[in-house]
T-cell receptor
Framework: GAGVSQTPSNKVTEKGKYVELRCDPI?????LYWYRQSLGQGPEFLIY????????DSGLPNDRFFAVRPEGSVSTLKIQRTERGDSAVYLC?????????????FGPGTRLTVL | AQSVAQPEDQVNVAEGNPLTVKCTYS??????LFWYVQYPNRGLQFLLK??????LVKGSYGFEAEFNKSQTSFHLKKPSALVSDSALYFC???????????FGTGTRLQVFP
């Protein structure tokens, strides 16, 4: 079946601009996660949704970052007033449930470059 | 606080030889441990996980990992390496109180023909 998909695959923007990154999880998966991977590092947690609500947003670095999942499926990560330090690969993952034993399946990521 | 350490930035092995990629962890309760592989310009692919039970876990592509509670380790192994195994490998940990994965910094595996 179809895996997690993310669009766009690459996004280049200028400092100060607004960007939206989209994630389409595996059908039927109730939990959705956003991670950020900087060069040479492992992914770092940003936010987690259970259904439509953000159950844990403790990883969002500041209030320029926001994410929604209005219908409990597709999610959008929104970054306002982008900064060069926001450049990274943004990864989305989904799991069937939110149990800590569940496997998270990752999408291919969106590479964000802020000039 | 939870953490994962992957002490080797890179592991080099000849094709056909056994490989080991090391991982140690720190959690307050019982750990749930995962291995993922990342090929260039692609997302993370799940290899295997340890939740409970047998300490030797078998996963995709012939990989296995051994959970060692006393040494707080979860090393990834394969009896015979392939050139196509060359990639970046990440170890990750969760416990029952956590919804997020905590990742190590990754180990680049290079298999030479």
């Amino acid at each position: 079946g179809a895996g997690v998909s993310q669009t766009p695959s690459n996004k280049v923007t200028e400092k100060g601009k607004y960007v939206e990154l989209r994630c389409d999880p595996i059908s039927g998966h109730t939990a959705l996660y956003w991670y950020r991977q900087s060069l040479g590092q492992g992914p770092e947690f940003l936010i987690y949704f259970q259904g439509t609500g953000a159950a844990d947003d403790s990883g969002l670095p500041n209030d320029r970052f926001f994410a929604v999942r209005p219908e409990g499926s597709v999610s959008t990560l929104k970054i306002q007033r982008t900064e060069r330090g926001d450049s990274a690969v943004y990864l989305c993952a989904s799991s069937l449930l939110a149990a800590s034993t569940d496997t998270q399946y990752f999408g291919p990521g969106t590479r964000l470059t802020v000039l | 606080a939870q953490s994962v350490a992957q002490p080797e930035d890179q592991v080099n092995v000849a094709e056909g030889n056994p490989l080991t990629v090391k991982c140690t962890y720190s959690v307050s309760g019982n750990p749930y441990l995962f291995w993922y592989v990342q090929y260039p310009n692609r997302g993370l692919q799940f290899l295997l996980k340890y939740i409970t039970g047998d300490n030797l876990v078998k996963g995709s592509y012939g990989f296995e990992a051994e959970f060692n509670k006393s040494q707080t380790s979860f090393h990834l192994k394969k009896p015979s390496a392939l050139v196509s195994d060359s990639a970046l490998y990440f170890c990750a940990v969760r416990d029952r109180n956590t919804d997020k994965l905590i990742f190590g910094t990754g180990t680049r595996l290079q298999v030479f023909p």
